[in-house]
T-cell receptor, first 114, second 109 residues
Framework: GAVVSQHPSRVICKSGTSVKIECRSL??????MFWYRQFPKQSLMLMAT?????????EQGVEKDKFLINHASLTLSTLTVTSAHPEDSSFYIC??????????FGPGTRLLVL | RKEVEQDPGPFNVPEGATVAFNCTYS??????FFWYRQDCRKEPKLLMS???SGNEDGRFTAQLNRASQYISLLIRDSKLSDSATYLC??????????FGKGTMLLVSP
């Protein structure tokens, strides 16, 4: 299957700082990438759809000014959690589609905000 | 009503057993269906797509019943390595995937 990488794999930061997470498609180009969040024992929830060269599309209830998404190239999307707070602590996962409906996921980033 | 509903389990089965999971979805306009596997603290990985005609991949068989809006996954001859959470995933055809909470499977020696 297609390979998607994420960096960093885990982050511990102080409340109020900003955290940037990178998502890369390694062996294909992706005009669209997806950002999910998963809390313990919960399902993956789509946060936003990242579109190369244009603005991201955010799901209802997700603050676009808090979760900044930049999709500057066909292989890279970044999610920045601005002014992170403890309630933002979660497992953030990106995905991309090489073609068709199937999405391939990055290994995820575990964020802990103290 | 939840969009994608699964029994959370856990399903505890011995090695070699056959186990089946079901999943129901609420959006009748859903167009694509998948089973993903998620190991503890890891990302989901595609197990198989689910087609209307049903499909089989080794020990795994998936079936879709559009009329009743449910999807099933059958695992035969369970292995210890099959222990994981199995996510039922439904696509709307607009790229958006909706995930169930998953069904946990524990295979014991």
């Amino acid at each position: 299957g297609a390979v998607v990488s994420q960096h960093p794999s885990r982050v511990i930061c102080k409340s109020g700082t900003s955290v940037k997470i990178e998502c890369r498609s390694l062996d294909f180009q992706a005009t669209t990438m997806f950002w999910y969040r998963q809390f313990p024992k919960q399902s993956l929830m789509l946060m936003a759809t990242s579109n190369e060269g244009s603005k991201a599309t955010y799901e209802q209830g997700v603050e676009k000014d808090k979760f900044l998404i930049n999709h500057a190239s066909l292989t890279l999307s970044t999610l920045t959690v601005t002014s992170a707070h403890p309630e933002d602590s979660s497992f953030y996962i990106c995905s991309a589609r090489p073609g068709g409906e199937t999405q391939y996921f990055g290994p995820g980033t575990r964020l802990l905000v103290l | 009503r939840k969009e994608v509903e699964q029994d959370p389990g856990p399903f505890n089965v011995p090695e070699g057993a056959t186990v089946a999971f079901n999943c129901t979805y609420s959006n009748s306009a859903s167009q694509s269906f998948f089973w993903y596997r998620q190991d503890c603290r890891k990302e989901p990985k595609l197990l198989m797509s689910v087609y209307s005609s049903g499909n089989e991949d080794g020990r795994f068989t998936a079936q879709l019943n559009r009329a009743s809006q449910y999807i099933s996954l059958l695992i035969r001859d369970s292995k210890l390595s099959d222990s994981a959470t199995y996510l039922c995933v439904v696509g709307s055809g607009y790229s958006t995937l909706t995930f169930g909470k998953g069904t946990m499977l524990l295979v014991s020696p």
